[in-house]
C-alpha cells in the first residue's frame, strides 16, 4: 500500500507505549502527589484507585509489547489487525482529549523539567494516537477491498 506505516514508527511509538508505563509511577508520586491523595480516600476506594491505575500502567506497557513483537501482524489488513488498532486508537485519542479538556483545570508544580515533561508527554500521546489511527484506517482500506 502506497501510505503504509513505517515498521520503525511503529517501533518508535511502541518503545514510547512502554516509556509511559514505566514513567507513569513517578509522575503520580513527584508530580500528583498522588499516593498523598489516595490516602484521603476510604480503604475500598484506595485500592479501586491503585487498581485502574495499574490497569493504565499495564495496557500502556501490553499496547507497547504487542506493537514491537507484532509490527506486521498490526499491519497485515485482517479483521483482527483492523479490531486491535482501532482499540489502541481509540484508546490513546480517548487519553487526548481527556488529556486537552480536563487536565489544564489543574496545577502541576511550577518545576521547568515538569512542564517540558507535559509538553513531552503530551506529544507522545498525540503521535501514539496519530500512528494507530492511521494503522487502522489503512487495515480498514485493506480488509474492506477500498
Known sequence: MKYEVPNWLIIVGAIGQMFTAVIYPYIRHMVFDWYN???KLKPLNQEIAKTYGRY???LNFSFGLIS???VEDLKN???LACALTALIAAYWTGKVITQFSYYPMYDI???ALFKIGEYLMNALFIT???VFIWLCVNN???YFGA
Open 37 to 39: 491523595d489516595i490516602k
Open 56 to 58: 493504565i500502567q499495564g
Open 68 to 70: 514491537i513483537l507484532l
Open 77 to 79: 489488513q485482517t479483521g
Open 109 to 111: 508544580p511550577k518545576k
Open 128 to 130: 501514539f494516537a496519530l
Open 140 to 142: 480498514l482500506i485493506g
